[in-house]
C-alpha cells in the first residue's frame, strides 16, 4: 500500500510539470477539465477557438466540445457520454466522438443539427511556456497547491498552422495561420476575473496572455494575476507570485486598460472589446455558467525598461478577451 501510494504522489507531482495532460480522474465529482484550441488565419479573416473537455457531476457527467466564430460571434456547445473522453497518459492527446486533440495537430469530425466541422490542421514551430522547478507552469509555486479552485495552463504559446477545415459546407483556409493552446481544470472558474490573449501582433513572433482573477484562499480571497509577454524569443514575465504590482485599472464597458510594474520593466496594457459571444463555464464541476468571451478583440502593448525607455510597442488584433466585471470590485 506505501509502494503505490508512493507512485500515486511521483505520478500526481510529474503532471505538474505536464499541464497539458488530462490531471483528473473519470471517478472524481464536481470536477471540470478544458482544453482551449485558437485559429486565426493569415487574412485575419475567420477566427475559430475549440474546446474539447469534460464535465463530472452527479446529475449530467458528460464530456463536450465547443466551438466559438470569432468574427459572427456564433457558439455551440455540444455533448457526449463521457465514455467517448478518451486519453493517453504521457502526452496530450484527446478524443472525443470521432474528434482528436493534440498539441501537434487537431482532427475534427463533429456532425449534428447544431454544426458540421470536419478537417485536419497540423501545427509547427510551437513555441513552449518555460518551466523551472520552483516555477512549473504559468501559476509559477501555486502549481504545486493541491485545493485551488481552478488551475491554468499554457500548452502552446505560438505556433503556425497548415490545413483546412470545413464548416456548415464553407471552406476555411487556415494554411500560414496561427495558433494558440491553454486549458484549466479543477472544480469551477472564479468568481470574476479579465481574460486578455493574442498572437496576432504586427510582429508575427509576439505572444502575449493575461488573466486576473478573484481567487479563494483559505477562507478568504485575493486578485491574482498571471502574465507574459514574448517577443525576440524573450519571455517577460508579469505575475503576483514575481513581485509584479497590477496599476492605473481603467475600465469604461468597453476599453480597458493598466500597467505591470517589477523591478525591470514596466508594461502598458490596452484591449478594446468587440464581438462577443457566449460560452458556458463550469460552477462545481457543471457547464452551466454561461460568460461572453471575444476572440475580436484589439490590444496595444508598451514594454519600458526599468530607466523609462521603450523596448517595445506593437499591436494585435483578434484577440481573446473576457471581462466579468465584477471583478474590479476586488483590485
Not at 469551477?188 to 493574442?198: D, G, K, L
Not at 493575461?210 to 508579469?238: C, E, N, Q, T
Request: net charge positive; hydrophobic share 35%; with cysteine.
Amino acid at each position: 500500500m506505501n509502494r503505490f501510494r508512493s507512485v500515486t504522489y511521483i505520478n500526481r507531482m510529474l503532471k505538474i510539470f505536464k499541464p497539458e495532460l488530462f490531471q483528473g480522474s473519470l471517478q472524481t465529482n464536481n470536477y471540470f477539465e478544458g482544453w482551449y484550441f485558437k485559429h486565426v488565419s493569415k487574412n485575419l479573416n475567420n477566427v475559430y477557438s475549440f474546446i474539447p473537455g469534460i464535465s463530472l457531476s452527479d446529475n449530467d457527467p458528460h464530456s463536450f466540445i465547443q466551438v466559438i466564430n470569432g468574427i459572427t460571434g456564433k457558439t455551440c456547445y455540444i455533448t457526449y457520454p463521457v465514455n467517448e473522453f478518451k486519453w493517453e497518459k504521457d502526452k496530450l492527446f484527446l478524443k472525443i466522438g470521432n474528434s482528436v486533440f493534440t498539441d501537434e495537430f487537431i482532427e475534427l469530425n463533429i456532425e449534428n443539427e447544431k454544426i458540421n466541422v470536419s478537417g485536419r490542421l497540423e501545427y509547427r514551430n510551437i513555441v513552449k511556456y518555460p518551466k523551472t522547478l520552483s516555477s512549473p507552469g504559468i501559476m509559477g509555486w501555486y502549481s504545486y497547491i493541491p485545493f485551488m479552485e481552478c488551475k491554468h495552463g499554457i500548452v502552446s504559446v505560438n505556433h503556425k498552422i497548415s490545413g483546412t477545415l470545413t464548416i456548415d459546407n464553407e471552406l476555411i483556409d487556415l494554411n500560414e495561420g496561427k495558433g494558440y493552446i491553454e486549458k484549466d481544470w479543477g472544480t469551477s472558474f472564479p468568481e470574476a476575473w479579465v481574460w486578455i490573449q493574442s498572437n496576432n501582433f504586427n510582429n508575427p513572433d509576439t505572444a502575449f496572455t493575461f488573466s486576473v482573477a478573484k481567487i479563494p484562499w483559505m477562507g478568504r480571497h485575493f486578485p491574482g494575476f498571471i502574465s507574459f509577454l514574448y517577443f525576440d524569443k524573450r519571455f517577460f514575465l508579469f505575475s503576483s507570485y514575481n513581485n509584479t504590482a497590477l496599476n492605473e485599472i481603467n475600465y469604461d464597458g468597453k476599453t480597458i486598460s493598466f500597467t505591470l510594474k517589477n523591478k525591470e520593466t514596466t508594461l502598458k496594457v490596452t484591449a478594446v472589446k468587440n464581438k462577443s459571444g457566449e460560452l458556458m463555464a463550469p460552477v462545481s464541476g457543471k457547464m452551466t455558467r454561461r460568460i461572453k468571451e471575444s476572440i475580436d478583440s484589439t490590444v496595444i502593448l508598451t514594454l519600458f525598461n526599468k530607466s523609462g525607455n521603450i523596448i517595445y510597442s506593437d499591436s494585435a488584433q483578434r484577440a481573446g478577451l473576457e471581462i466579468i466585471d465584477k471583478i474590479f470590485d476586488y483590485l
